[in-house]
């Protein structure tokens, strides 16, 4: 059944059962603590310290970017190193075979 612009339910006109709801909801909302100012702190503190945090990652970004070169820079040294300690130990050996083998000299003579 509709009175005016209101649909009646149960001989209440619909508009009034919302309004009452309306009311429940504003009281329920009204004894929730009213935090607008300090919220707004807080998410300032928030974003200051989400600022150093970044801040903080980006020097240790940094500073991990660095000891990264470093390393890679020791690394081919000591394969430089390493390339030259072979070459030598194989030239080394090359005259270490060459000097154990009998040359002309070392032949034993032969008759009397």
């Keep these: 059944m509709e009175v ?7 001989d ?7 309004a009452g709801q309306d ?5 329920k909302t ?22 150093q945090r970044l801040q903080e990652l980006m020097k240790l970004c940094t500073s991990l970017q660095k000891q990264q070169s470093q390393m890679a820079a020791n690394i081919n040294d000591q394969d430089l190193e390493i390339s030259g300690l072979k070459a030598r130990v194989k030239f080394l050996e090359d005259k270490d075979r060459e000097s154990a083998e009998p040359t002309q ?8």
């Design 23 to 27: 009311r429940e909801n504003i009281n």
């Design 30 to 51: 009204s004894a929730l603590p009213h935090e607008s100012s300090p919220r707004v702190t807080s998410l300032d503190a928030d974003e200051d310290s989400m600022q």
């Design 4 to 10: 005016g612009n209101h649909v009646v339910v149960n």
């Design 105 to 112: 000299e070392d032949a034993p003579i032969k008759g009397g």
């Design 12 to 18: 209440v006109p619909e508009g009034r059962v919302y």
